[in-house]
């Protein structure tokens, strides 16, 4: 399919259809840019393999304020994101506002949890601290040696799967040029980016490109070096049961278990996800016994009854990580070509916020206020500072 057609000078070709990617395609074109995207596979990395938590309390962070305020932003931004997808597409996206709860399964894990209930305090974050018994009055299948909770009802989640298919029809249904194929980019030397040079050799001239290939980003044919910050993988294994018709489980779960931690997230269609393992061995993919078994091991202590559920799939995913695991979100050091990338451990939940501030910088020629302070220069700019300061 060829990107070609009226308003020279208005065209944006997307490297990269995840979540993101999708989400600001059809942004773009909502706003009546010419819009291509490039991708093999979409929706085959990250935003298939995660558990979809829309969690900027509970994922709360010391030393991540900056990027907590982000992450509040997208999660009050998604109940219209939702309705307007819904709306557009005719498809379900899978919101579910249940809320979360967090347990501490022994006394250590108590005082962390305990801890972190302070530090939501001091942030102005809305959450309950609950004894081990009320937490099972809410989850009555919680194992006995549950210690004490946390509610955080306005950490809600999302089927990521139902949210990627319902992007990926409001995309083409907005006029995206899809093409099923790997990319890199189309420059002029180093100069500027001209769009994209697909592997049949088809190019797809564009004003300007974003990039947003995920964990790939840094690896893309054509990117001259030091354009971008490194965005490296970073491996996820994730575990999905079945669950029975009367569910083991009625909202997401966040639990430490001896200084660990696992999460169950219910879906309303019967599924239960199970996560995340954490280890960065490049682009390894591969699932391994011990992963498997640390993440049934803790979710069993936590909620015993899974273990009679039937294990469905088991799966890895490559989360992309920045050199501060922020998102990078504007310009980059190639003129013309846009960072949509480094999500990390928040692809999801900062999906509309990033198709927003990318469609404002494509349609307007700034990134909101909001966003400026991800923009990938910053990384530059520290290391200027530093310089200055001599402490290199």
Not at 159 to 170: E, K, S, V, Y
Not at 296 to 322: K, N, Q
């Given at each position: ?12 070709a ?21 819009v ?13 393999a ?12 010391y030393?991540e304020?900056r ?9 009050a931004?998604?109940?219209e ?5 819904e ?66 009802r306005?950490?809600?989640?999302i ?12 995309a ?8 099923r ?11 500027r ?15 300007h ?35 029975p018709a ?9 639990a ?20 995340a ?14 992963g498997?078994?640390?993440l ?27 050199p ?9 050091a ?21 198709a ?7 349609t ?15 990384f530059?700019a ?9 402490e290199?």
């Open positions: 399919m060829s990107c070609t057609g009226p308003r020279p000078g208005r065209e944006v997307v490297l990269g259809g995840g979540l993101i990617g999708l989400a600001v395609a059809w942004r773009a074109a909502s706003r009546g840019l010419r291509c995207l490039a991708d093999p596979d979409p929706g085959s990395g990250a935003s298939s995660a558990a979809g938590m829309l969690a900027p309390v509970t994922e709360a962070h030393g304020e990027l907590l305020a982000l992450n509040l932003r997208s999660a931004a998604y109940p994101f939702v309705r307007e997808l709306n557009f597409t005719n498809m379900p996206a899978g919101f579910d506002t249940r809320g979360t709860l967090a347990v501490a399964f022994d006394r250590d894990d108590q005082a962390v949890l305990a801890e972190t209930a302070r530090f939501h305090a001091r942030l102005g974050l809305d959450s309950d601290r609950l004894t081990g018994r009320e937490a099972r009055r809410l989850e009555p299948l919680l194992a006995p040696g549950v210690q004490a909770g946390l509610l955080v306005g950490d809600h989640q089927d990521n799967r139902m949210l990627h298919a319902a992007l990926l029809a409001a083409e249904k907005a006029g995206v040029c899809l093409h194929a790997r990319a890199g980019l189309l420059t002029d030397g180093t100069e980016v001209r769009g994209l040079l697909l592997e049949s050799g088809e190019r797809l001239p564009a004003e490109v974003v990039l947003a290939a995920g964990c790939w980003s840094s690896e893309i044919e054509g990117l001259p070096p030091g354009v971008l910050p490194r965005i490296r993988p970073v491996r996820g294994q994730i575990l999905r049961l079945a669950m009367v569910p083991v489980l009625t909202r997401t779960l966040r430490l278990v001896r200084g660990r931690s696992v999460y169950l997230v219910p879906r309303a269609h019967g599924e239960l996800v199970v996560g393992t954490s280890d960065e061995l490049g682009f390894d993919t591969g699932v391994t016994a011990g498997v078994y640390e049934l091991r803790e979710a069993h202590d936590v909620l015993p009854g899974i273990s009679e559920l039937p294990l469905v799939e088991a799966r890895t995913g490559l989360r992309p990580g920045s501060d695991n922020a998102p990078l979100l504007g310009h980059t190639l003129p013309g070509l846009i960072a949509a990338t480094g999500h990390y451990r928040n692809g999801v939940l900062l999906t509309p916020v990033t927003d501030a990318v469609a404002d910088l494509l307007e020629g700034a990134l909101p206020e909001y966003a400026a302070p991800f923009s990938p220069d910053r530059a520290a290391d200027r500072l530093a310089a200055s300061t001599g290199f």
